[in-house]
C-alpha cells in the first residue's frame, strides 16, 4: 500500500498497487447523460455541487448497489466513515457521479463516450481519495479498515467502467494488505482451522475480528471468487486453504451470515479445484490421486454444508430478504456442485445425470429475479456482487436438455443487473450460439447434443471494444489435446458484437 504514493503523481490514473505488468495502468474515465441535481447532504458544506453524489449515492446508488449479503457494508460502513474520512468521502463522491452517469452495461461502459462535468467530477475525486488516503497512511491512528474500504470502492469504480485488469489489481493488493499480517501468525495454516482466513483481527494481534472487519472479510472473500474466475492468479499470493468434511460437521449455523461465509470458502476451494482439473483436463492427464480425494472432499463438505442449511432453515424463520439470500446461496450452490462432481471427465454426458440440480438452479434463480424491484432508471443497473449470470450461463452451456437450457436464457433475457464484469448481453449472445453449435447434431431420441458436437467450454474473452464488440471462444470436448498450426489447443474463436 505504501506504493500508492505513485498515484498522485500521474493525474488521471491509480497506479499505485504492485503489478507484474511493468506497462500497466489503471485508467480513470466515465461517460454517460447528464442527470437533474439532487438534494446536498447538509453534513458536509465546502463541496460545492460536488455534494450532490454524495446524496445520490446515498438515495439511488447504495440501495441498487447492494445484495443482501453487502448490504451493511454500501449503506453502513461506507457512508459513515465518509464523515469522518476524506479519502472514503472523495471515493464515494467518485462512485455516485459514476453511477449517475452510467447505464450499467458493458456496451455503454467501454464505448468512450463520456460527458466533460462527469468526466472531470470522477477524476477529481478519485485523485483526491487517493491523495487524501497517502497523507492518511502517515498518520498514527490509520488503520487497514480504512485502506481496505477504500480499496472496495476503488474496485467498484473499476468493475462499473470495465476496466477488469484495474479492477483485479486493487482486488489483489486488498488481498495482500489484509492477509499478510495474519499469514504471520503462528500455525496460521494449521489444519485444524475451521475458517479461511484465521478469525484474527486485521492487524494481526490474534484478537477476535471486530464486526466491521468480518464484513470486510465477508466480502472479500466472495469477491475472491470474480477475480478467480476471470483467471486473476489471486492465489499465487494466498494460499486458499483445503476445506475438509470435519470442519464442516462441526458446523451448526447460528445465523445466515455464518452459512454465507461458510459455503463462500467453499466456493473458492471448489474454483480452485476446477481450475487445476481443467489444466490437466487440457493436456489429456489424468487427476492424481491427490485430486481424486481433494474432489471428494470438496462434495462431502457440499452435503454437510446443504444438510447444515437445512437445518438452520427448519429452526429459523428467514424474512423476505433472508429467503432471498438462501436462494442466492442455493443457486451458487448447485452449481459449485454439479461442476465439482463432473470435474473428473472430459466426457460432457456426465452433466446428464444432473438435470434436478439444473432445475433447481433456475428455480431460485428465478425467485430471486420475481422478487426483484423496478429498475431505477436514474442510477446504474449494476450490483458489486454475483448471484446468477454466471450460474444461469453455466446452466445454459453444460445443461443439454433443450427446454431446461432454454429457460436459462430466458432467465438472462430479463435483464438481471451486470454482476461485477459479468454482463448479461454477453452472456445471453454467447449462450445462444453454444447452444446452436451443440444442436447442429442431436440424438434422434431424446433430441439432446450428441457428445461429438457437445462443448467443454465456452469462454467470453475479457474487454470490448467501444462498438459493443469481443471475442468468446469454443472448445468442443472432442477436440481437447489437439493443437493448431501454431501448436496451441485447437478451438473455434468468434467475434460478437452487441
Request: glycine share 6%; aromatic share 10%; net charge neutral.
Amino acid at each position: 500500500m505504501a506504493n500508492v504514493v505513485r498515484c498522485t503523481r500521474t493525474g488521471r490514473k491509480c497506479d499505485g498497487y504492485t503489478t507484474n505488468d511493468a506497462n500497466f495502468q489503471v485508467h480513470i474515465w466515465s461517460h454517460g447523460r447528464a442527470s437533474d441535481p439532487r438534494n446536498a447532504i447538509s453534513a458536509f458544506s465546502g463541496l460545492g455541487d460536488s455534494a450532490r453524489y454524495l446524496d445520490f449515492y446515498y438515495h439511488c446508488a447504495c440501495p441498487a448497489l447492494s445484495t443482501n449479503f453487502d448490504e451493511e457494508f454500501w449503506s453502513r460502513i461506507v457512508l459513515q466513515m465518509a464523515h469522518s474520512e476524506p479519502a472514503v468521502r472523495h471515493a464515494v463522491i467518485a462512485l455516485g457521479a459514476l453511477c449517475q452517469t452510467e447505464p450499467g452495461d458493458m456496451k455503454h461502459a467501454c464505448a468512450g463516450s463520456i460527458a466533460n462535468h462527469e468526466r472531470k467530477v470522477m477524476l477529481s475525486h478519485y485523485n483526491k481519495s487517493i491523495g487524501c488516503l497517502v497523507n492518511r497512511m502517515s498518520d498514527a491512528t490509520y488503520s487497514l479498515e480504512l485502506g481496505l474500504v477504500i480499496c472496495l470502492l476503488f474496485v467498484c469504480i473499476e468493475f462499473l467502467q470495465g476496466n477488469y485488469h484495474a479492477a483485479f489489481t486493487h482486488l489483489r493488493n486488498g488481498f495482500k494488505l489484509m492477509y499478510a499480517p495474519r499469514m504471520a501468525l503462528p500455525n496460521y495454516r494449521d489444519s485444524s482451522q475451521t475458517t479461511y482466513p484465521p478469525k484474527v483481527a486485521l492487524d494481526g494481534s490474534g484478537l477476535s475480528r471486530s464486526s466491521t472487519e468480518d464484513k470486510l472479510m465477508s466480502i472479500f472473500t466472495r469477491g475472491m471468487a470474480q477475480a478467480l474466475l476471470y483467471g486473476s492468479r489471486i492465489q499465487e499470493d494466498l494460499e486458499i486453504l483445503q476445506v475438509m468434511p470435519a470442519s464442516y460437521s462441526k458446523r451448526s449455523f447460528v445465523s445466515l451470515s455464518e452459512a454465507h461465509q461458510a459455503y463462500f470458502e467453499l466456493r473458492n476451494a471448489s474454483i480452485t479445484h476446477l481450475y487445476i482439473m481443467g489444466r490437466k483436463s487440457l493436456v489429456r492427464q489424468g487427476p492424481s490421486l491427490e485430486l481424486y480425494r481433494e474432489r471428494d472432499n470438496l462434495l462431502a463438505c457440499h452435503y454437510l454444508w446443504y444438510e447444515n442449511m437445512q437445518r438452520f432453515e427448519r429452526h429459523h424463520a428467514l424474512s423476505n430478504d433472508e429467503s432471498i439470500a438462501a436462494n442466492a446461496l442455493k443457486v451458487s450452490y448447485y452449481t459449485t456442485f454439479v461442476y465439482v462432481s463432473c470435474s473428473a471427465t472430459v466426457i460432457e454426458k456426465t452433466y446428464d445425470n444432473y438435470l434436478d440440480h439444473f432445475k433447481k438452479i433456475l428455480h431460485h434463480a428465478q425467485a430471486i429475479i420475481d422478487s426483484r424491484p423496478p429498475t431505477n432508471p436514474n442510477t446504474a443497473h449494476f450490483t458489486f456482487d454475483i448471484a446468477i449470470i454466471p450460474q444461469l450461463y453455466f446452466a445454459a452451456t453444460r445443461c443439454r436438455c433443450p427446454v431446461t437450457r432454454r429457460k436459462a436464457v430466458a432467465l438472462l433475457e430479463r435483464n438481471p443487473p451486470r454482476e461485477g464484469l459479468w454482463d448479461v448481453g454477453q452472456h445471453v449472445a454467447v449462450s445462444k450460439r453454444a447452444i446452436e453449435l451443440e444442436e447442429a447434431q442431436v440424438d434422434e431420441t431424446t433430441g439432446w447434443p450428441v457428445e461429438e458436437t457437445r462443448l467443454w467450454n465456452c469462454i467470453i474473452k475479457a474487454g470490448m471494444d467501444d462498438q459493443g464488440g469481443f471475442w468468446a471462444t469454443f472448445l468442443p470436448a472432442a477436440w481437447i489435446g489437439n493443437l493448431d498450426a501454431n501448436g496451441n489447443q485447437k478451438m473455434i474463436r468468434e467475434f460478437f458484437v452487441l
